[in-house]
C-alpha cells in the first residue's frame, strides 16, 4: 500500500471516502469490489479516530434488549456471526459473566430472561449457549469478585476484536482491489459545480500541499467530525450529530478470566471489565461533549469515576491511578436526540445533502458491514444512469458461504473475507522450523495478520537481524516495523505503536519498544536496527 499523493489529482474518481475509521474503509472495499473507482482519504492515520478507541466488542449489545431495539440487537447478532467466520484472526468468540447482587436494579430474573432473549435473537447464527450461574460457580469462575451479597448470575458470549487492525484490513482489501487511500490527506473543503459536489479539496499534511481531487461522488463517514464536515459544504448547515465521550482505562494483570457485564451504582448504566492483552480494559463513561473531536481525553474525574465503580466490585483490588498502563478516550458519533446519553439509539442513517454530498451518521462497529454496504447502495443508486461509471452492479456484492452451525447444522450466510482472511495451512510449527523462530513468535503473528503472517516472514530472509524480538513485553519482531511501514502506511511512531502492534495496551515497563520505535524513525528508510 503506496502513498501515492499525485496520483490523486490525475483523472475523475467513481467514489471518494472521507475518512479513514471503520465505516470508511469498509464503504472502500466494498464499493472497490463493486467496480467503482475509489479513493479513501484519511486526516490522521487509519483507525485514529474513534475506531480505535472502543470496547473492542462485535456484540449483539444486550442492553438494547431493554429499549426494545429488537431489530438492531438481530442485524448485530448476525454480523457477529459473519465477523467471527470471516476474519477470525481477528474476531474471537469472548465468554461473558453478568453478575447480580442484591438490591440491583436489574433483578437476577430479568437478567435470565434477558440472556435467553439475545440467544433467541441470535437465531441460526447463534455462537455458544448461555447459562445460569450459582453463586458458587460464579465466584468459582471469578474468586476476586465482591461476595457479598451476590445473589448468581448469567452467562453468555459475544467477540471481541482487534478494532484498530479491523479497519486497516478494510482499507488493505479496499486498497488490493483497487482503490487509492491516504491518510494524513485532509479534506478541507468540496468543488463544487452548479451547486453540487464535484469532488474535494484535501491538503497533504506530510507534504504541505493543496490537492484538488474529483469524483462523480463524494461520501463523509467522518464520525465525530459530521458536523464540521456539514459545515463545510454549506455554512448554515444544522448539526446532525450527537457527540458523546467514552473513556477506558487499561489496567494491569487480568482482574477476571471472562469478560464481566457491570451495573454501574450512580446511574444504572453499564460498564464492563474485560481481560484484553494480559490485562483488563475497563469502561467505559457516556458524557455528552462540545469540545472539539480533535481535543478528546480522558480527565481525571472520568477516571475516578471508572475507579470508584470498579473497586465496588473488585474490593480487594488496590486501584492506583500510578499502575495504570494507558487511557483512551473516543466519541460516540449519534444521530442528534434528545435524552440521557445512554439512551440514544445507536441505529445509523445515510443521507445526501442539497449539494449531492452523501453522509452517515450514528451506528456501532459491529454492523460496520452493513452500514458500508448500504452507504454503497445508495451511492449505486445515485450513479445509475451517470455516463462513464464502469462495471458498477445495481447492488453492492455478497459473498454467500455455507457454514457449519453451532449444532452441527449447516448455515448460509454472508461471507466478507478480508486481506488476512482465509485458512492457514501450515502449523505454526511448520513456520516456526522454517523460519527459526520460536513457535510463540508464529502463533503471535498468525492472530494478527492471519494469512499474511508469511509477508512478515519473508521479510526475514536473508535478514536475520528482522527476526529480533524488539522487546519483552511481547513476542513482536522488528520485521514487524518494517512492515508496518512498507505494506501498511504508517508514517508515525504513534501509527506503528498504538495501531499497527498495539504495544501501547501492553504492560512494559521498561517501555524498550517504544523507545526502539521513535529512535530509529528518523533514521534511513526508518529501518529497524
Ligand atoms: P471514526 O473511527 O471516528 O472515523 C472517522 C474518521 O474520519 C477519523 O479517522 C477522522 O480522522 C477522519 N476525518 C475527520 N475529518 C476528516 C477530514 N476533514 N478529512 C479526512 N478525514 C477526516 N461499537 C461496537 O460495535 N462495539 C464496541 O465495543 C464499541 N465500543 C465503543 C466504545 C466507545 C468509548 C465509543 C466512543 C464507541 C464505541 N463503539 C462501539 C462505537 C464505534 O466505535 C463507532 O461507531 C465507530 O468506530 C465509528 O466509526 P467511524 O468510521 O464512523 O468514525
Known amino acids: 500500500m503506496q502513498r501515492d499523493i499525485p496520483r490523486f489529482e490525475k483523472g475523475q474518481y467513481d467514489l471518494i471516502v472521507v475518512g479513514g475509521g471503520i465505516n470508511g474503509a469498509a464503504i472502500a472495499n466494498i464499493a472497490s469490489e463493486s467496480g ?19 470496547t473492542k466488542l462485535i456484540h449483539g449489545g444486550i442492553r438494547y434488549l431493554e429499549h426494545f431495539e429488537f431489530d438492531l440487537v438481530y442485524e448485530s447478532l448476525k454480523e457477529r456471526f459473519i465477523q467471527l467466520k470471516s476474519v477470525p484472526h481477528l474476531v ?85 482491489k483497487g482503490a487509492h487511500a491516504a491518510n494524513y490527506l485532509k479534506v478541507q473543503g468540496f468543488l463544487k459545480e452548479n451547486g453540487k459536489v464535484v469532488g474535494v479539496e484535501a491538503r497533504d499534511l506530510l507534504g504541505k500541499k493543496n490537492l484538488a481531487i474529483r469524483a462523480r461522488k463524494t461520501i463523509c463517514a467522518v464520525g465525530p467530525w459530521t458536523n464540521e464536515l456539514l459545515k463545510l459544504d454549506h455554512p448554515f448547515s444544522r448539526k446532525k450529530v450527537r457527540l458523546t465521550k467514552g473513556v477506558h482505562i487499561v489496567y494491569p494483570t487480568a482482574l477476571t478470566s471472562h469478560a464481566l457485564l457491570l451495573t454501574l451504582n450512580k446511574d444504572r448504566r453499564i460498564f464492563f471489565v474485560i481481560p484484553w492483552r494480559g490485562n483488563s480494559l475497563i469502561g467505559t463513561t457516556d458524557t455528552d461533549y462540545v469540545g472539539d473531536p480533535d481535543d478528546v481525553q480522558a480527565m481525571p474525574e472520568d477516571i475516578q469515576y471508572l475507579f470508584d465503580e470498579a473497586r465496588r466490585f473488585f474490593p480487594a483490588v488496590d486501584f492506583k491511578e500510578e499502575k495504570i498502563i494507558t487511557t483512551f478516550a473516543g466519541l460516540r458519533p449519534l444521530l442528534r436526540r434528545a435524552g440521557l446519553p445512554s439512551d440514544v439509539s445507536r441505529k445509523h442513517v445515510v443521507v445526501e445533502s442539497f449539494s449531492g454530498l452523501f453522509l452517515v451518521i450514528g451506528g456501532k462497529y459491529t454492523i460496520y458491514r452493513k452500514i458500508a454496504l448500504d452507504c454503497v447502495n445508495r451511492i449505486l443508486k445515485s450513479l445509475q444512469g451517470v455516463t462513464g461509471v464502469a462495471g458498477a452492479a445495481p447492488v453492492a456484492p455478497t459473498t454467500i458461504k455455507t457454514f457449519q452451525g453451532n449444532r452441527g447444522r449447516p448455515i448460509v450466510a454472508d461471507y466478507y473475507p478480508l486481506y488476512g482472511s482465509g485458512e492457514i495451512s501450515d502449523s505454526p510449527q511448520i513456520a516456526a522450523d522454517r523460519f527459526g523462530l520460536p513457535v510463540k513468535t508464529v502463533e503471535y503473528l498468525m492472530e494478527k495478520y492471519g494469512t499474511r503472517y508469511l509477508d512478515v516472514l519473508k521479510l526475514t530472509e536473508g535478514q536475520p537481524k528482522l527476526k529480533k524480538p524488539i522487546c519483552t513485553c511481547s513476542p513482536t519482531i522488528a520485521a514487524q516495523i518494517l512492515y508496518s511501514i512498507q505494506t501498511e502506511m504508517a508514517q508515525t511512531p504513534e501509527d506503528i505503536i498504538d495501531r499497527r502492534l498495539g504495544l501501547a495496551y501492553l504492560l512494559c515497563p521498561s517501555k524498550q519498544c517504544e523507545k526502539l520505535i521513535r529512535s530509529q524513525w528518523f533514521s534511513d528508510c526508518h529501518l529497524p536496527p
Not at 458458587?136 to 465482591?146: D, F, I, N, Q, T
Request: with cysteine; hydrophobic share 40%; charged share 25%.
Open 36 to 54: 467503482l473507482k475509489v479513493a479513501i482519504l484519511e486526516k490522521g492515520d487509519f483507525a485514529s479516530g474513534t475506531s480505535s478507541k472502543s
Open 92 to 176: 474471537k468468540p469472548l465468554p461473558f459473566v453478568i453478575p447480580v447482587y442484591k438490591g440491583d436494579k436489574r433483578q437476577l430474573w430479568m437478567m435470565t430472561f434477558g440472556v435467553w432473549l439475545y440467544d433467541f435473537l441470535s437465531g441460526q447464527y447463534k455462537t455458544s449457549c448461555r447459562r445460569n450461574l450459582s453463586t458458587e460457580e460464579l465466584l468459582k469462575l471469578e474468586p476476586s469478585l465482591k461476595k457479598e451479597n451476590l445473589l448468581g448470575g448469567v452467562m453468555y458470549y459475544d467477540a471481541q476484536m482487534d478494532d484498530a487492525r479491523l479497519c486497516l484490513e478494510n482499507v488493505l482489501s479496499a486498497v488490493h
